[in-house]
């Protein structure tokens, strides 16, 4: 009883606070408002477009590459609209200047610049955002010209107009991303892509309660399906906290006229560093040439394409092993990237930290790299079971996308991030007023 009184005065506390914290209203306005522009926007549709054969084009390789990226474009590629790309161009050009800069030494340089050297690298991954945005946007046109009556009046006009368009798109979504981060609440990026998931549940959930109507999935199916949705969730936000700390101390320090004494802290490492990145690649790398052999084959061709359609079909064990592997290697791959032992090494002992048992320097990074290499593993298996579970039941039973691994651990994991940010404002509040009610402002004036 005492801890129910307890935290429903936490909750009162908590209420109150966010009452008072102005500065956190307007940040989630801010988001709100940038999130329905983006959501009118996906409903813009390109000029010269038939929606009718468009829709029935759409439906046809809904399988495909294309039912992916519709799923993180919020419906916005079905409907062919200047967001029909929505913000993958960009995050695209972020990792190729990511594996750029692991490899090119100037650019290796410039990434320790600090600001200034960052600064360069966003630009660098703008321009990179332009270039692709606009190979991708001629590739659209000109397949909607080949596909037969989905272009109103095909020519050069339809292909500089489409470009156009999708390159605008694209920066402009690119630009919103950038404000949301900057003057609202959680990482624009991951919201853009999060709200045209979550946009497309309600679709996905009628469409499933339909199928259990008509007979097509049975009851005690879809009371399996919601347990299964429910425990997969609580798989990922055990594995996305959970962290292994590495135990560090550091000797007694001189800092001015100050002795500091002898401290110890924790190195955290995550299980999963890589994050969603490589359930994203391995489908993209992975469905390519599947759409491509269900094109031929939708056109007549028959021999290697088919053979190659059949093998590569959802739920199929050549698909599911590739699939598999594809995340495996990029969870390994990203890690590599985003996390240096030689550098976390090093940084360590020039502050004079010392992991217990380990002398600092090469046997820190040997030691570093050991830990984070089972923790991958541990972390891509992971990835594997949530990717993997969602795919059987969508080539078994038809579940909608929308409910499949890859789509849960964005929403999961952007929703953490943006709960956890907004508990950061709060407490950053919090700490405001209380140094206002103890004059300490005063004080230091």
């Known amino acids: 009883m005492a801890n129910v009184q307890d935290q429903k005065r936490f909750a009162e506390r908590a209420f109150a606070s966010f009452g008072k914290a102005h500065d956190l209203k307007k940040r989630l306005w801010f988001t709100l408002g940038a999130l329905i522009v983006y959501r009118i926007g996906t409903y813009i549709p390109l000029p010269g477009i038939d929606p009718v054969a468009l829709k ?14 519709n799923m993180f474009s919020g419906g916005a590629l079905s409907r062919m609209t200047v967001f029909a790309l929505n913000i993958l161009p960009y995050i695209s050009a972020s990792i190729i200047m990511q594996l750029l800069a692991a490899s090119v030494p100037s650019l290796e340089q410039m990434k320790k610049e600090g600001e200034a050297g960052r600064r360069k690298i966003i630009q660098y991954t703008r321009y990179g955002t332009v270039i692709l ?48 981060t900057q003057r609202g609440v959680g990482n624009g990026i991951s919201l853009i892509i999060f709200s045209g998931i979550v946009a497309n549940l309600p679709i996905a959930l009628a469409g499933t309660l339909e199928l259990g109507r008509t007979g097509a999935l049975s009851s005690p199916f879809l009371l399996i399906l919601a347990v299964m949705v429910v425990a997969v969730i609580v798989v990922i936000v055990f594995v996305e906290r959970a962290q292994r700390r590495l135990l560090v101390h550091y000797p007694k320090r001189q800092r001015g006229a100050r002795m500091q004494g002898a401290e110890a802290t924790h190195l ?19 469905l390519m040439p599947l759409t491509f052999a269900n094109l031929s084959v939708a056109s007549g061709e028959q021999g290697i394409m088919a053979t190659l359609a059949a093998l590569l079909g959802r739920g199929q064990p050549l698909f599911l092993t590739l699939y598999s592997s594809l995340i495996l290697f990029f969870a390994f791959f990203y890690t590599a990237i985003v996390f240096n032992p030689q550098d976390t090494a090093e940084n360590l002992r020039k502050q004079g930290g010392i992991i217990q048992g380990i002398r600092p ?29 969602p795919e059987i039941l969508i080539s078994k039973f038809a579940v909608p996308f929308y409910f499949g691994g890859t789509s849960l651990l964005i929403i999961v994991s952007v929703t953490m991030d943006t709960v956890a940010q907004i508990q950061g404002h709060l407490m950053s509040y919090k700490y405001e007023a209380l140094m206002r009610r103890s004059g300490f402002n005063r004080l230091r004036k």
């Open 56 to 69: 029935q084009l759409f439906d046809q390789q809904q399988g495909g590459i294309l039912g992916m990226f």
């Open 133 to 180: 945005a606009a190979m991708q946007g001629y590739g659209i046109a000109v397949g909607l010209e080949s596909s037969g009556g989905v272009v109103l009046q095909p020519g050069l006009s339809f292909k500089v107009s489409t470009v156009v368009s999708i390159v605008g798109g694209t920066m402009f979504l690119m630009w919103l991303g950038e404000q949301i």
């Open 268 to 286: 955290p490492l995550k299980l999963n560093t890589s994050g969603v990145i490589p359930p994203i690649f391995a489908s993209s790398i992975l």
């Open 361 to 389: 320097g090469a046997h820190t990074a040997d030691y570093l790299d050991f830990v984070l290499t089972r923790l991958t593993l541990v972390g891509g298996l992971y990835l594997v079971a949530v990717s993997l579970l």
